[in-house]
């Protein structure tokens, strides 16, 4: 069945350094990819997302690329900030039906 | 006020009590989903409400009782409870039920319930 598998956590980064966060999926047709971030005591909020095979989702300094040939969408980030310390949800919409991965917990030390 | 407000925001109660949640979304959609997210899990997708109508029930027990009286509200009544229902309740909201591509969900703060 259709599915995400995004890396354990927890991530521990210093501020400034670069980011990934990989993220793989299963699905059959043309599904949709998101990332959502979740600050603590808050719901998931969308973070970016893409649509179709080649495109990049983008927002505050994050990006992903929605590969088909590797079905991946990895989260990246050039230069953290101790404000990106959150847990972040890889996600799929395929079939009508929303996928989220376990999510990733990442903390930005100063 | 806008999006997706969720009350109360924490919740203590017994295996004994009947206690309700409220979910209401300010985004005019169609969708609304109630989550169970538990440490080191996946997000659990509980109901799906669709135009008001029931759509999904992922083999949620009984003792959660969805109601969506409209499009803007969503409740979840819960009974006799266990301690392993302990956990963040997420409500979201969506325009289209997951028909349109790249459709985004907008989920509420959480009521994080704690049963004794």
């Known amino acids: 069945g259709d599915s995400v598998t995004q890396m354990e956590g927890p991530v521990t980064l210093s501020e400034e350094a670069f980011l990934t966060i990989n993220c793989t999926y299963t699905?059959?047709?043309?599904?949709?990819l998101f990332w959502y971030v979740q600050y603590p005591g808050e719901g998931l909020q969308l973070l970016l997302k893409?649509?179709?095979?080649?495109d990049k989702g983008s927002n505050k300094g994050f990006e992903a690329t929605y590969r088909k040939e590797t079905t991946s969408f990895h989260l990246e980030k050039g230069s953290v900030q101790v404000s990106d310390s959150a847990v972040y949800f890889c996600?799929?919409?395929?079939?009508?039906?929303?996928?989220f991965g376990t999510g990733t917990s990442l903390t930005v030390i100063p | 006020e806008t999006g997706v407000t969720q009350t109360p925001r924490h919740l203590v109660m017994g295996m004994t009590n009947k206690k309700s949640l409220k979910c209401e979304q300010h985004?005019?959609?169609?969708?609304m989903y109630w989550y169970k997210q538990s440490a080191k899990k996946p997000l659990e997708l509980m109901f799906v409400?669709?135009?008001?109508?029931?759509?999904e029930n992922n083999s949620v027990p009984s003792r959660f009782s969805p109601e969506c009286p409209n499009s803007s509200h969503l409740f979840l009544h819960l009974h006799t409870l266990q301690p392993e229902d302990s956990a963040l309740y997420l409500c979201?909201?969506?325009?289209?039920?997951?028909?349109?591509?790249?459709?985004?969900?907008?989920f509420g703060p959480g009521t994080r319930l704690l049963v004794l």
């Open positions: 979201a909201s969506s325009q289209g039920s997951g028909r349109l591509a790249g459709e985004t969900q907008y």
């Open positions: 699905a059959t047709g043309y599904p949709s």
């Open positions: 893409a649509t179709k095979a080649d």
């Open positions: 996600a799929l919409l395929a079939g009508n039906q929303f996928y």
């Open positions: 985004l005019g959609h169609n969708a």
């Open positions: 409400y669709n135009f008001k109508e029931q759509t």
